[in-house]
């Protein structure tokens, strides 16, 4: 039986939109060209802005998300412009998207921070209550964002592009809300993992030695 070509075209296209991707695409705020990236995968979607020549950092918001016929459905867990906009639900429809996947890495996917390693051993925190650190991995894309899901205090993000093999993980930071300089720094770092935990070591972005333990994010 001979299958419809235009079903296979269509179908094709739908898988290109649900399965998890990186793209950008640029808009112009007061005479600035933004960059808009876009982490998406099964169920998460992260939007980022910054500048395409600075790349100091805009604004950042993300969460899980409904797909429609038009785009995105998205109801938000950040929104570091949540003081001036309110927004907790928006909607996104990908008009000039450009894909800007990566080589799939491994690490891929959600992760919360889950606790540190000091002298004294592992000291563990809750990832269920509504003060969450997330870093999101995709196609060589890395973000993490700290925020609060009940008060949408937003505390900070940061990301670029990452690789890792071997137990060697390394960050090129492109946008870090916090510090704007620290954009085209280069992070090494040694890892573990462990079932669904990863363990994160070397020194932080100020030059400080950290160690630290990720866990897969279940929902």
Do not use: C
């Amino acid at each position: 039986m001979s299958t419809n070509p235009y079903f296979l075209i269509m179908f094709f296209l739908l898988s290109i939109n649900i399965s998890a991707q990186v793209f950008t695409f640029t808009s112009n705020q007061q005479g600035q060209e933004i960059i808009h990236k876009i982490l998406v995968d099964s169920d998460y979607l992260i939007e980022t802005r910054y500048n395409s020549e600075s790349n100091v950092f805009v604004s950042t918001r993300g969460g899980f998300y409904q797909k429609n016929k038009e785009g995105f459905d998205i109801r938000l867990e950040f929104n570091s412009n949540y003081t001036k906009d309110s927004l907790k639900r928006i909607k996104l429809v990908p008009k000039g998207w450009k894909k800007s996947s990566l080589d799939k890495q491994i690490h891929y996917g959600k992760w919360l921070m889950a606790g540190r390693v000091g002298p004294e051993g592992e000291k563990r925190r809750t990832i269920n209550g509504p003060r969450k650190t997330l870093k999101f991995l995709l196609d060589g894309h890395f973000q993490w964002t700290a925020f609060n899901t009940e008060s949408f205090k937003f505390y900070g993000s940061g990301g670029g592009i990452y690789f890792a093999k071997d137990g060697d993980y390394v960050e090129s930071i492109v946008y870090f809300s916090r510090d704007d300089s620290k954009s085209g720094a280069v992070l090494p770092f040694d890892y573990e993992l462990r079932g669904s935990d990863w363990y994160h070591k070397g020194l932080n972005s100020k030059g400080e030695p950290m160690h630290e333990i990720w866990t897969q994010r279940k929902n």
